[in-house]
C-alpha cells in the first residue's frame, strides 16, 4: 500500500488541478474524507482543489469545518479537463452519476474507497475492503506522508469514522476503528460534539417523518424482513429534504427478529433508491442482482422501475435469501 501512497502523493504534486468527487447522495464518510484530503492538499502541499457532489446535500453535515467548499456538479464547468480527479468513498464508477464525464476526462483519475465490491475503475486504485471508513485509509496516507493532521481534518476524519461505524456499534467497529479514533481526540476531537451536531439537531418535522416511516413498515417471513417504502407524497406531506431518510433503515433493523431491513425511496425520475440493512446475512449478492454494492451487512441500489415493483422484485430476491 506503501507505494500507492507515493503515488498519490506524486500525483498531487504533478497536477495543476485537482477535483474531488463524493457519491451521489453523500453521506457523512465520502462528505468527511473529502473535506480531509480537500482541507490536506491546501495545507500540505498549499494547492486548491474543488470538492464536487451530485444529487442533493444533506444539511446534516453542515457542521463539518469549511462545510461551504462542496460545490453541486451542476455549478462547475463540465468541459474543464483537470489534470488530477479523485473519487472518494465511491464504490462504482456509476456513483457518480452526472459527474462521471468530468471524472472520465481528467488526465489521471483515483479511486480511494473501502468497499469490497468495488472493481478498482480508476488509474491508481487504493482499495481496502478491510478499513472501517475511507477516513481510516486517508489517516493511514498522512501518516505515511508524515503530514501535519489539523483539528479540522481530524474532525472530517472523525465524522467519516462516526458515522460509517454507526457510532461503533456496527461489525466494522475493529481494533482499528478504536484506535483511530483515539488518534483524532489527540487532535483535538470532542466526540460527545460531533455526534451531538450529527445526530442531536434534527428539525420537528424529521422526527415525525421518520416516525411515520416507521409506523408503516410491513414485516415478512416471521418477522425476519422489515420493508418499508417512502414516496414522493410521504416526502411532500412533510417537507421532507432527502437527509430526513438517514438512520430509518437502522431503525428497522433494531427489531429483535429482523435479519433483513430495507428502505425503498422513490426517486423523482420514478425510479427507486434502496437501503439494506442485515444483521448476518451478505447483502451484497443481492444489491450486485440490482447494479449496486456496498459492504456485507450494508449496501444499497437503485432500481430503474417504479417503486411498487421494485418493493416485489426486491422481497422475492431478499425472500430467497432468507428461506
Not at 473529502?34 to 491546501?42: P, V
Not at 460531533?194 to 410491513?218: D, G, H, L, W
Request: proline fraction near 3%; aromatic fraction near 10%; include cysteine.
Amino acid at each position: 500500500m506503501e507505494n500507492l501512497y507515493l503515488e498519490l502523493k506524486n500525483r498531487i504534486v504533478e497536477a495543476d488541478s485537482i477535483v474531488i468527487f463524493s457519491h451521489v447522495n453523500p453521506d457523512g464518510d465520502t462528505l468527511g474524507s473529502s473535506l480531509a484530503l480537500n482541507l490536506m492538499i491546501e495545507n500540505y502541499f498549499g494547492k486548491k482543489a474543488d470538492s464536487v457532489f451530485v444529487g442533493t446535500m444533506p444539511n446534516l453535515y453542515s457542521y463539518l469545518p469549511e462545510f461551504y467548499r462542496f460545490k453541486n456538479i451542476e455549478g462547475i464547468d463540465k468541459d474543464k479537463k483537470y489534470d488530477l480527479a479523485i473519487a472518494v468513498d465511491v464504490a462504482s464508477k456509476d456513483r457518480l452519476v452526472t459527474a462521471t464525464q468530468v471524472f472520465n476526462d481528467a488526465k489521471y483519475r483515483i479511486n480511494i474507497d473501502h468497499h469490497v465490491t468495488n472493481i478498482g475503475y480508476a488509474d491508481l486504485n487504493i482499495i481496502d475492503g478491510d478499513a472501517a471508513c475511507v477516513g481510516m485509509i486517508l489517516h493511514r496516507i498522512f501518516k505515511e506522508w508524515d503530514a501535519p493532521i489539523s483539528l479540522d481534518i481530524a474532525r472530517c476524519l472523525y465524522t467519516s469514522l462516526m458515522t460509517d461505524t454507526g457510532c461503533f456499534k456496527y461489525d466494522n467497529t475493529s481494533p482499528d476503528a478504536f484506535i483511530l479514533a483515539a488518534d483524532l481526540v489527540g487532535y483535538g476531537v470532542m466526540p460527545y460534539k460531533e455526534y451531538r451536531e450529527c445526530y442531536e439537531t434534527k428539525p420537528q418535522s424529521m422526527i415525525q417523518f421518520q416516525a411515520n416511516i416507521v409506523a408503516n413498515t410491513i414485516f415478512y417471513n416471521q418477522g425476519k424482513i422489515a420493508f418499508s417504502k417512502i414516496t414522493r407524497n410521504d416526502m411532500s406531506k412533510y417537507n421532507a429534504e432527502d437527509d430526513y431518510t438517514e438512520g430509518i433503515v437502522e431503525v428497522l433493523r433494531s427489531s429483535k427478529n429482523v435479519e433483513v431491513a430495507a428502505i425503498l425511496k422513490e426517486t423523482k425520475d420514478g425510479y427507486t433508491k434502496v437501503s439494506l440493512r442485515s444483521k448476518t446475512l451478505d447483502l451484497t449478492p443481492i444489491v450486485m442482482d440490482f447494479g449496486g454494492g456496498g459492504h456485507k451487512f450494508s449496501a444499497g441500489c437503485t432500481i430503474k422501475k417504479p417503486i411498487a415493483i421494485a418493493f416485489d422484485k426486491l422481497l422475492k430476491r431478499v425472500q430467497s435469501e432468507i428461506e
